[in-house]
C-alpha cells in the first residue's frame, strides 16, 4: 500500500465555445437529447462502436457507450431548463481528480440559435485540458450544426 501527495497542483480552469445554428432552438435542444450519437464521437470510426447517449433527466447521464457492454459517463445532469440550458457535472472521463462543471445554454439570434458551453474545471488539471477541451466542445457542436442545418 502506498499513500503520498502528487506534485501535480490543483488548479482551476474554464473553456468556453459557441456556436449559431441556424435553426429553431427547440429543434436544436431536441437533437442535443435525441442523436448525441450523431453529434458527439471521435472519428467515423467509433461512431457505430461507442455511440454516445444522453439522457434528459435530473441525473441522467451524458455517456460514450463502450463496445464490451460497458459505458464512460462524461457527466450528469444537475439542470434542466427546456430550450434554454443544462448543467453538467463529472469528470469528463479524466482518470486525474478533477471536477467539471459544464453549462450548455440554448439562446435565439436572429438566423437561429446560439449554443454555448461553458466548460470550468478545477482539479489535477494538465496544461493542455482547458484546450483540449474547448477543442472537443466545437468539434462536437460544429457536428451537431452540420446535422440539425440538414434536416
Given at each position: ?39 458527439f464521437y471521435?472519428?467515423?470510426?467509433t461512431k ?33 431548463k427546456p ?69
Amino acid at each position: 500500500m502506498s499513500t503520498k501527495f502528487l506534485d501535480t497542483p490543483a488548479r482551476v480552469a474554464q473553456s468556453q465555445t459557441e456556436i449559431t445554428i441556424e435553426a429553431p432552438r427547440e429543434l436544436v435542444y431536441r437533437t442535443w437529447f435525441d442523436e448525441p450519437h450523431n453529434w458527439f464521437y471521435e472519428s467515423e470510426s467509433t461512431k457505430e462502436t461507442t455511440p454516445t447517449r444522453c439522457e434528459e433527466k435530473m441525473g441522467g447521464r451524458f455517456y460514450i457507450e463502450l463496445p464490451n457492454g460497458g459505458f464512460n459517463v462524461i457527466g450528469e445532469i444537475t439542470m434542466i431548463k427546456p430550450n434554454e440550458k443544462i448543467r453538467l457535472r463529472g469528470d469528463c472521463t479524466m482518470p486525474q481528480a478533477t471536477l467539471m462543471n459544464m453549462t450548455v445554454s440554448f439562446e435565439d439570434t436572429d438566423s437561429g440559435t446560439r449554443v454555448s458551453v461553458d466548460h470550468r474545471m478545477s482539479g489535477e488539471i494538465l496544461d493542455d485540458f482547458p484546450e483540449g477541451f474547448e477543442e472537443g466542445w466545437l468539434d462536437g457542436l460544429q457536428k451537431l450544426k452540420a446535422l440539425v442545418e440538414s434536416k
